[in-house]
């Protein structure tokens, strides 16, 4: 059975470091690994979507890598703001209709 | 603008009233799904609909029912509300299986006393 795990929990840094996210999963046949970002009282936003032919996907300050051999995804921020606060999910699509979310990472930069 | 939104945002009930939560889309999405969350566990796959009239079961369909006689709307029933079914609920749709992003909706908050 498919699990995806988020590790750290939560986390706080400085404005302006650069951060990593980490999700890892037990299965490799995937599909394709999406991350999220969610806001409190809001839904879920699609940041960054991998195909599992992918290594990698770039929008603005983001970046994100997929190595399915090993299950892991890395989401990479550039310069954080603390505009970027919210809590991210990675969920990786492991049946046609089929999707498993982690529990996410939640994230506070401090002006 | 291209949207899924929920309905009620907010809901407050008890045990046993039957109750459904509206979700529409915008978009002509084929494909639709429900999803709980709960804290520690994360979003769980509830139901999901691969187009009108065709729908299956995710992780955890138990206590809910759902249909899918429109292609934009894809109400989730819960027929007898249990307080274990207190949740934030998410309705997601995606164009179809080869466009895999997935939109999804603001979220109901359902409380069952």
């Known amino acids: 059975k498919q699990e995806v795990t988020q590790i750290p929990a939560a986390l706080s840094v400085p404005e302006g470091e650069n951060l990593v996210l980490n999700c890892s999963f037990t299965d490799s046949a995937i599909y394709n690994l999406q991350w999220f970002r969610q806001d409190p009282g809001k839904g879920l936003t699609s940041l960054l979507l991998i195909q599992s032919s992918q290594r990698e996907q770039t929008s603005g300050r983001l970046n994100a890598s997929l190595d399915k051999s090993s299950g892991r995804s890395t989401l990479y921020i550039a310069a954080s703001q603390p505009g970027d606060s919210a809590t991210y999910l990675c969920a990786v699509k492991s049946g046609t209709y089929k999707y498993i979310f982690g529990t996410g990472t939640r994230l506070k930069v401090l002006a | 603008e291209a949207q899924v939104t929920q309905n009620p945002r907010y809901l407050i009930t008890v045990t046993g009233k039957k109750l459904t939560v509206t979700c529409s889309q915008n978009m002509n999405h084929e494909y639709m799904s429900w999803y709980r969350q709960d804290p520690g566990l994360g979003l769980r796959q509830i139901y999901y609909?691969?187009?009108?009239?065709?729908?299956d079961k995710g992780d955890v369909p138990e206590g809910y029912k759902v249909s899918r006689k429109e292609k934009r709307n894809f109400p989730l029933i819960l027929e007898s509300p249990s307080p274990n079914q207190t949740s934030l609920y998410f309705c997601?749709?995606?164009?179809?299986?080869?466009?895999?992003?997935?939109?999804f909706g603001p979220g109901t908050r359902l409380t069952v006393l």
């Open positions: 609909s691969m187009n009108v009239e065709v729908t």
């Open positions: 997601a749709s995606t164009l179809d299986r080869t466009t895999d992003t997935q939109y």
